[in-house]
């Protein structure tokens, strides 16, 4: 199994060799990385796969536009699916920024919580929360392979399948980088995500949008949503559902007034900010080309090792691994080929 991220560590100059011997090395930030990978280590994103969300211009009267990217099978694919249909129902034109709160998220969807949604969406289960794996972490380039660690996953892959799981949570023991939030954590497809052996989930991380519901068992039909705009909050994943995250346009969120309401709920109208459209990118005029880079490249893998430890010239000393979500998954808009 070559599945698992392979964080290679630089070497380290060893402490008795000579200073006149020493030779300085000169490593490449995490932009570096990215801005050198090759052209075929991106991945395009599909027009369709795109939510285009226009907002009434700002104060001196400038046009505000977010892009969403939306999550991939199979993650969420019942939300994603009514979040289709509303859109293609043209359901969000007219309805508001109703919620900023500091640290946390930005909410939007229907205020007076009266208009009436579009036909056929789907009623989707808790267990949606989670998508089960057919083989242990299918798909998934784990972290647990941590710098220093390459021997080790080395030798976990050569195990018998039903003993990998235990070769890579004594991994992730000795290293002391096992995810406070599950048993462990690498990226899917392009996306960050938790897992367990038995399933895996998408996590919240700064950007992602979910998908606003009521107390247990309400899950939401996806006709109110949320951005995060704050610090992680880990402690939603697998509480509620994650569809997608934001590509373009986050400063037109995260610089919102704050609301002065209970959770940072607006109390007026006035404060609101009202969305003129949501189109699928894919029915939306002038949308830009999107491409991210591929998890699994060896491009990737730099810029994740580099992430982990900052050996460019301002650091002083590499942390030695990263809360996944301070390893974003580079966005750009495509470049002509």
């Known amino acids: 199994m070559k599945r698992f991220l392979n964080l290679t560590a630089a070497a380290a100059l060893c402490a008795s060799v000579p200073a006149f011997a020493q030779e300085a090395i000169t490593y490449p930030a995490p932009s570096e990385i990215v801005a050198a990978a090759k052209a075929q280590e991106w991945a395009t994103i599909a027009p369709s796969d795109l939510l ?3 907002l009434a211009p700002d104060a001196a009267g400038k046009s ?4 969403i990217q939306l999550m991939p099978d199979p993650f969420s694919q019942g939300w994603i699916g009514n979040i289709r249909k509303l859109a293609t129902a043209k359901w969000w034109d007219g309805t508001s920024i109703n919620r900023v709160q500091d640290n946390y998220v930005v909410q939007w969807g229907d205020a007076t919580e009266k208009k009436a949604l579009p036909d056929g969406l789907e009623t989707v289960p808790e267990s949606s929360y989670t998508t089960p794996l057919t083989d242990p972490f299918a798909g998934m380039l ?3 392979a941590i710098v220093g660690q390459k021997e080790a996953a080395d030798a976990c892959n050569r195990k018998s399948e039903d003993k990998i799981s235990d070769c890579y949570r004594e991994i992730e023991r000795q290293v002391m980088h096992r995810d ?16 367990d052996p038995d399933a895996a989930w998408p996590i919240h991380c ?13 899950t939401g039909t996806g006709a109110e949503l949320y951005t995060v705009i704050g610090h992680a909050p880990r402690h939603l994943d697998r509480n509620i559902a994650v569809v997608g995250r934001v590509i373009e346009g986050i400063e037109h969120l995260s610089s919102l007034p ?21 189109r699928l990118g894919s029915d939306a005029q002038n949308v830009p080309s999107f491409e991210y880079l591929r998890t699994e490249s060896d491009s990737f893998k730099a810029y994740a090792d580099a992430r982990a430890n900052r050996r460019d010239p301002f650091f002083i000393r590499p942390a030695g691994g990263a809360d ?13 080929k």
């Open 324 to 336: 996944i979500c301070n390893i974003p998954v580079p966005v750009r808009r495509q470049t002509a």
């Open 258 to 278: 704050r609301g002065t309401g209970a959770l940072g709920f607006y109390e007026s109208e006035a404060e609101r900010v009202p969305i003129l459209s949501v």
């Open 52 to 54: 285009v969300m226009d």
């Open 206 to 218: 700064y950007g992602m949008v979910g998908v606003g519901r009521n107390l247990s068992p309400d």
């Open 142 to 144: 784990l972290f647990a």
């Open 180 to 195: 406070p939030y599950g048993d462990l954590y690498g990226f899917y497809k392009g996306w960050p995500a938790g897992a």
């Open 64 to 67: 505000r536009h977010v892009v």
